[in-house]
């Protein structure tokens, strides 16, 4: 299973897909999560995202494109993933369509079983959410930012997906478990 969860910040895709993950045994690719595991390290990397990440806008294409090549191809990635965060601008989902083709044996994304699952949740609800999950970036400046930087680089993608019949829209202004139970009936996945 080849999965992309989209959404606003907030809107619950590292949620749902730590659980589904975990659920269907494949892995769960946080953009996000890889780049605060660099900045707690003091990484090179960690120390080039930091401020992107503390200002709520994105890291660099490139930065991310190297991060997500490195995960995809270690050994658990082969059997299918969960990715979170990722791609989110218009130039990230062209890197990972001629990535997917190099490393899945020449099928582009276009033409592989990639489904890309968009969380809709309206705003009030999501700036709700985030502060009071209160992490660094959760606080009201920087979600405001967030909420923008969403609008503008990353909810084109909506379309993008939507073009190539890929995309699996789902509300997510739902409890978890009816979130997760919207996921696994739209994926067809009963377990
Ligand atoms: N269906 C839901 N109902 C209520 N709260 C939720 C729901 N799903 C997630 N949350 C809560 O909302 C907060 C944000 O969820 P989560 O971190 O999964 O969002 P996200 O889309 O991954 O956000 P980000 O892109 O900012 O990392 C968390 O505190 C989570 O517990
Ligand atoms: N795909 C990404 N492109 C650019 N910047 C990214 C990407 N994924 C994560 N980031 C940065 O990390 C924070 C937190 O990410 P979450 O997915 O919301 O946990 C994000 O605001 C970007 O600065």
Redo the contacts with the bound molecule.
């Keep these: 299973m080849q999965l992309i969860f989209m959404g606003p910040?907030g809107a619950g895709k590292?949620t749902q897909a730590q659980l589904l993950a975990t659920l269907w045994k494949i892995p769960h690719i946080?953009?996000?999560?890889i780049?605060r595991a660099c900045v707690v390290a003091k990484t090179t990397l960690g120390q080039k995202?930091q401020a992107?990440?503390d200002a709520?806008?994105?890291?660099p294409d490139q930065l991310?494109m190297d991060i997500v090549q490195e995960r995809m191809n270690q050994p658990d990635a082969t059997a299918g993933w969960i990715l979170?965060?990722?791609?989110?601008?218009v130039p990230?989902a062209a890197f990972f369509d001629t990535l997917l083709c190099d490393v899945g044996g020449g099928k582009s994304g276009k033409d592989c079983d990639l489904r890309a699952v968009n969380l809709d949740v309206p705003d009030n609800i999501l700036v709700t959410r985030l502060l009071s999950r209160g992490r660094q970036?959760d606080n009201e400046q920087t979600i405001r930012r967030?909420l923008q930087v969403y609008r503008e680089q990353t909810e084109p993608l909506i379309e993008f997906y939507r073009d190539r019949q890929q995309l699996v829209a789902v509300d997510g202004d739902r409890s978890m478990e009816e979130v997760t139970a919207q996921l696994q009936q739209a994926l067809s996945v009963d377990s």
Excluded: E, I, K, N
Excluded at 30 to 33: I, P
Excluded at 56 to 59: F, T
Excluded at 84 to 89: A, I, L, N
């Design positions: 910040p590292g946080s953009t996000g999560d780049l995202a992107y990440m709520g806008d994105l890291v991310l979170d965060g990722f791609p989110r601008t990230q970036d967030r």
